[in-house]
Nanobody
Framework: QVQLLESGGGLVQAGESLTLSCRAS????????LGWYRQVPGKQRELVAT???????EYADSVKGRFTVSGDTTSRSVYLQMINLKPEDTAIYYC???????????????WGQGTQVTVAS
């Protein structure tokens, strides 16, 4: 059973910073992508930032220059450093990892339970 455990959410003022952390546990044979998505009530979950085992980075336009994603497939961890937070960053943030459970098995997306980030104006 794979579990992704997130931490680091909270309530901050606009302009402040937060760092989210996520670590996976379970019988994992490989990880190809790690990253973060977010969702607000009534809207679809959207990509925030991802990184791959090969080092490819992808960011939503709205967070470029303010958020930094870093991941380590060996330690099964991914982080999201957020600076200069804005009220529109308020959302539930979900950790995602694309994981293989056997050497020749397929890759599937696994999700954390979500952590609330609230930015007050």
């Amino acid at each position: 059973q794979v579990q992704l455990l997130e931490s680091g959410g909270g309530l901050v003022q606009a302009g402040e910073s937060l760092t989210l952390s996520c670590r996976a546990s379970g019988n994992i044979k490989g990880i190809s992508h790690l990253g973060w998505y977010r969702q607000v009530p009534g809207k679809q979950r959207e990509l925030v930032a991802t990184t791959s085992s090969g080092g490819t980075l992808e960011y939503a336009d709205s967070v470029k220059g303010r958020f930094t994603v870093s991941g380590d497939t060996t330690s099964r961890s991914v982080y999201l450093q957020m600076i200069n937070l804005k009220p529109e960053d308020t959302a539930i943030y979900y950790c995602m990892m694309r994981i293989r459970l056997s050497v020749m098995g397929e890759l599937n997306n696994y999700w954390g339970q979500g952590t609330q980030v609230t930015v007050a104006s």
